[in-house]
Structure formats: C-alpha cells, structure tokens
C-alpha cells in the first residue's frame, strides 16, 4: 500500500495537467496539479525509506525496487522544474513515463533482492544513481522532444489553439532538452567509468557480456547520436527534439530485447 500512495497522486497530478490542457491554463489549474505531483514526490520519498528501514538495503537492486527508484528520480527531476512556470508543463509528457515505472514497480513488487552482491557500499549507490540520473535526463529530453515536435507541427499548421497555448515556447523546449541530454550524458559517462573502473580492478575484466553492460553502452551510443544530430546549422533543433524522441525509444526497445532474451540477474534493472 506503501507505494500505491505516490502512484495514485502521480496519476491524479497527470489527470489534472490534462484537465488543465483541456479547459486551458488559466487559474489554479497548474498550481493544483504542481502541488499534487510534488505530493507525490514526497509519498513516494516515504515509500523508498520505509523500505530502507524495513529491509536495511537501499532500494536500488531488485527489479521492482530498481524501477521504483527510477520513478523517483523522474518525479524529484520534474519537481526541480514545477516552479519555472513554462517548464513545468512538461509534466504532461514526462508524468505518464513515471506512472508506467511505478506502475509495474508495484504489480513486481518491491522487495529486496534474494542475491548476495559484491559490489555494494556507497560505491554502488553513486554507481546505480549517476545511471538513474543518466536515464532521466534522456527520459527529461524526451518528454521535451515529443512536446516541441506537436508545438511545431501547431505552429507550422497554423493552428494556435489549446495545444499552443499550453505548451511551452520552442526555444524553452529546447534548452530543456538540451540541459537534460548533457546532464544525463555526464551522468552515464560517469557511471559508466566508476562501475568498469571497479570490475576491473576486482574482477580483471569489462564484464562485457553483461546485459546491463550492453544496455548501458547501447544507451551511451544514443547520447551521442542525439547530440551529434544538434551539430550543424539548419533545423539541428528540431533534429535534435527529433532524434531525442527516437532515441529514447530504442533505448527502452534495446533493454526489453535484451531482457527478454538476454535475461540477467535482476540487479539494477
């Protein structure tokens, strides 16, 4: 029930942002829906350390806990923006990436790993949550991408109606996603290079086979090809917003592929 409470208000915050697009975002629509996520936030905090002190391990290895974390870190990201008034209304498109999360944290349930770990301690913890940081940041540019490419589409069919009028400026939707790719890459990057640094010290190798491994790489690949797509002149804005779009959706087709066939162990998703 503990984490039922946070997924409830994050779908009811998510509910409210679309009424707010609906009837337009005049009035306290906005604040009640900014209040209800941050709400949220705080359900879901009490969730995670009830669980720390429950099971005395951070809720950072096990599938269900791992996805649950990733929620939050999503909602402590949005949160970040409720107050920059136009930033926040990315919320309609990030929020629905943070219930799915949550959502299947829950029927999963959110237990504590069966597996004994080698590599744990506060190495571990800034190892899974420079990655969690590193995959919200890319979910953070996505969300910003499928708004700017329907903020386009309006603009470009001169259509100025709710769509318009409730999603923020282009240029907003780009420095968004701009701050979020390159706070995500640095994130990954450094993720990536304090967990190799510890295998091969310990275990003499990359531990490339990994699925985690080949995921983390995968979506490292992605970074790049998504910052790659905004150098250049032209439109590298909406090639950017474009190739943000697509590329979070590989990441999230590369890892159920591998999930499915690869399998693993379940640590750290």
Same mark, same amino acid.
């Given at each position: ?6 997924? @409830?208000?994050?779908?009811?915050? @998510? ?29 879901? #905090? ?10 005395? =391990?951070?809720?950072? &290895?096990?599938? *269900? ?16 923006? +409720? ?6 209304? &990315? ?5 629905? /990436? ?12 959110? =237990? ?5 770990? !080698? /590599? =744990? ?32 589409? =309006? ?8 769509? /318009? ?19 995500? @890459? ?6 990536? #290079?304090?967990? %190799?640094? %510890? ?10 086979? !990994?699925?985690?491994?080949? %995921?983390?790489?995968?979506? %490292?690949?992605? /970074? &790049? ?14 090639? *950017? ?18 999930? +499915?066939?690869?399998?693993? !162990?379940?640590? @750290?998703?």
């Amino acid at each position: 029930m503990t984490h039922l409470l946070p997924l @409830f208000l994050y779908t009811g915050a @998510f509910i409210l942002w679309v009424r707010c697009l609906v009837r337009g975002s005049q009035g306290r629509g906005p604040l009640a829906a900014s209040i209800l996520t941050a709400a949220g936030l705080l359900a879901h #905090a009490v969730a995670l350390a009830h669980f720390w002190l429950q099971y005395g =391990e951070l809720p950072l &290895v096990g599938f *269900g806990a791992a996805l649950s974390s990733l929620a939050f870190v999503g909602a402590l990201a949005l949160t970040v923006m +409720l107050p920059l008034r136009e930033m926040s209304r &990315v919320a309609i498109a990030l929020l629905p /990436f943070i219930i799915a999360l949550q959502g299947i944290a829950v029927l999963l349930g959110v =237990e504590p790993t069966p597996l004994a770990l !080698d /590599f =744990e301690g506060a190495g571990f913890v800034l190892h899974v949550s420079l990655a969690f940081l590193g995959y919200q940041g890319l979910a953070v540019a996505f969300a910003a991408g499928v708004l700017y490419l329907i903020q386009h589409h =309006e603009l470009k069919a001169k259509r100025l109606g709710r769509f /318009f009028h409730f999603i923020p400026p282009l240029a907003t939707l780009d420095r968004l996603a701009r701050i979020g790719l390159w706070a995500g @890459f640095a994130c990954l990057t450094l993720a990536l #290079a304090f967990g %190799w640094a %510890w295998t091969v010290e310990n275990r003499g190798s990359l531990a490339m086979g !990994d699925p985690k491994v080949v %995921w983390a790489i995968l979506s %490292w690949l992605v /970074f &790049v090809g998504i910052l790659g797509a905004r150098v250049g002149g032209g439109r590298n804005d909406y090639r *950017g917003a474009l190739a943000a779009v697509i590329g979070f959706g590989g990441v999230i087709c590369s890892y159920l592929v591998l999930r +499915l066939t690869v399998g693993g !162990d379940g640590l @750290f998703l």
